[in-house]
Protein backbone atom coordinates (compact mmCIF):
# COMPACT_ATOMS: atom_id res chain seq x y z
CA UNK A 1 0.00 0.00 0.00
CA UNK A 2 1.17 3.74 -0.56
CA UNK A 3 0.33 7.01 1.35
CA UNK A 4 1.67 10.19 0.29
CA UNK A 5 4.63 8.04 -1.55
CA UNK A 6 5.67 6.22 1.19
CA UNK A 7 5.60 2.23 1.41
CA UNK A 8 2.76 1.41 4.40
CA UNK A 9 3.65 -2.22 5.23
CA UNK A 10 0.09 -3.61 7.08
CA UNK A 11 -0.36 -5.90 9.14
CA UNK A 12 -3.71 -8.16 10.46
CA UNK A 13 -3.74 -8.38 14.21
CA UNK A 14 -6.13 -10.94 16.41
CA UNK A 15 -9.50 -9.14 17.24
CA UNK A 16 -8.07 -6.23 16.27
CA UNK A 17 -8.63 -5.96 12.34
CA UNK A 18 -6.19 -4.51 9.70
CA UNK A 19 -3.39 -1.70 10.90
CA UNK A 20 -0.72 -0.22 8.74
CA UNK A 21 2.77 0.81 10.07
CA UNK A 22 3.64 4.06 8.01
CA UNK A 23 7.23 5.80 8.37
CA UNK A 24 6.14 8.86 9.85
CA UNK A 25 5.89 10.87 13.10
CA UNK A 26 2.08 12.25 11.40
CA UNK A 27 -0.91 10.78 11.03
CA UNK A 28 -2.04 12.04 7.13
CA UNK A 29 -5.63 13.43 6.60
CA UNK A 30 -8.04 11.02 5.88
CA UNK A 31 -6.69 8.13 8.53
CA UNK A 32 -6.82 7.43 12.32
CA UNK A 33 -4.47 6.54 14.25
CA UNK A 34 -4.79 2.76 15.84
CA UNK A 35 -4.79 3.67 19.57
CA UNK A 36 -1.11 3.99 21.17
CA UNK A 37 0.52 1.84 18.08
CA UNK A 38 3.69 3.40 17.47
CA UNK A 39 7.43 3.43 17.33
CA UNK A 40 10.09 5.70 18.54
CA UNK A 41 14.03 6.45 18.00
CA UNK A 42 14.84 4.60 21.68
CA UNK A 43 12.95 3.30 24.37
CA UNK A 44 13.69 6.54 25.79
CA UNK A 45 14.58 10.55 24.86
CA UNK A 46 14.66 13.47 26.40
CA UNK A 47 15.15 14.23 29.66
CA UNK A 48 16.10 17.11 31.35
CA UNK A 49 19.48 19.25 31.35
CA UNK A 50 21.36 16.67 33.42
CA UNK A 51 20.04 13.84 31.69
CA UNK A 52 17.14 12.44 33.99
CA UNK A 53 13.70 12.54 33.60
CA UNK A 54 13.46 10.86 29.95
CA UNK A 55 10.53 10.31 27.89
CA UNK A 56 9.37 7.13 26.27
CA UNK A 57 7.19 4.13 25.78
CA UNK A 58 9.59 1.64 26.61
CA UNK A 59 10.43 -0.37 23.91
CA UNK A 60 11.86 0.92 20.52
CA UNK A 61 9.64 -1.60 18.81
CA UNK A 62 6.68 -1.06 16.75
CA UNK A 63 3.96 -1.53 19.89
CA UNK A 64 0.90 -0.38 21.26
CA UNK A 65 2.27 1.42 24.30
CA UNK A 66 1.80 5.00 25.85
CA UNK A 67 4.32 7.17 26.18
CA UNK A 68 5.81 9.05 29.72
CA UNK A 69 6.37 12.63 29.41
CA UNK A 70 7.83 14.77 31.99
CA UNK A 71 8.58 18.10 32.12
CA UNK A 72 9.12 21.29 33.98
CA UNK A 73 6.66 22.19 36.53
CA UNK A 74 6.74 24.97 39.04
CA UNK A 75 10.32 26.54 39.87
CA UNK A 76 11.79 25.91 43.16
CA UNK A 77 15.10 27.43 42.81
CA UNK A 78 18.26 29.48 40.98
CA UNK A 79 20.56 27.59 43.45
CA UNK A 80 23.04 24.98 42.03
CA UNK A 81 26.05 25.15 39.47
CA UNK A 82 26.06 21.55 38.26
CA UNK A 83 23.78 18.45 38.03
CA UNK A 84 25.24 17.43 41.30
CA UNK A 85 24.17 19.83 43.05
CA UNK A 86 20.73 19.57 41.68
CA UNK A 87 18.50 17.33 43.42
CA UNK A 88 17.92 14.46 41.25
CA UNK A 89 13.89 13.94 42.26
CA UNK A 90 13.86 17.61 40.39
CA UNK A 91 13.83 18.45 36.63
CA UNK A 92 16.69 20.88 36.57
CA UNK A 93 16.79 23.44 33.78
CA UNK A 94 20.36 25.16 32.30
CA UNK A 95 20.00 28.66 32.46
CA UNK A 96 23.33 29.78 31.38
CA UNK A 97 25.82 31.38 33.22
CA UNK A 98 26.64 27.84 35.21
CA UNK A 99 23.34 28.12 36.60
CA UNK A 100 20.76 24.98 36.67
CA UNK A 101 17.51 25.92 38.04
CA UNK A 102 15.43 22.98 39.70
CA UNK A 103 11.26 22.66 39.01
CA UNK A 104 9.08 20.29 39.86
CA UNK A 105 8.70 17.33 38.03
CA UNK A 106 5.59 16.96 35.79
CA UNK A 107 4.36 13.69 34.48
CA UNK A 108 1.61 13.00 32.26
CA UNK A 109 0.90 9.85 30.25
CA UNK A 110 0.23 10.64 26.89
CA UNK A 111 -1.38 9.16 23.45
CA UNK A 112 -0.16 9.81 20.33
CA UNK A 113 2.82 11.38 20.87
CA UNK A 114 4.85 12.74 17.95
CA UNK A 115 8.30 13.58 19.59
CA UNK A 116 11.04 11.23 18.21
CA UNK A 117 7.87 8.75 17.11
CA UNK A 118 9.50 7.08 13.29
CA UNK A 119 6.53 5.15 12.97
CA UNK A 120 2.64 5.77 13.28
CA UNK A 121 0.13 2.97 13.40
CA UNK A 122 -2.78 4.25 10.84
CA UNK A 123 -6.12 2.33 9.41
Known sequence: MIVSKLVVQCLTLERLGR????????????????????RYSAAYFGGDSCGRWKDGSGSADFANKKVTHHSAGEPICWCYYSCDECPANNYCVYMGNGMYRNHVVQTEVLEHFETDRVEVGIY
Open 19 to 38: ICRLPSKTVPSGWTQAASWA
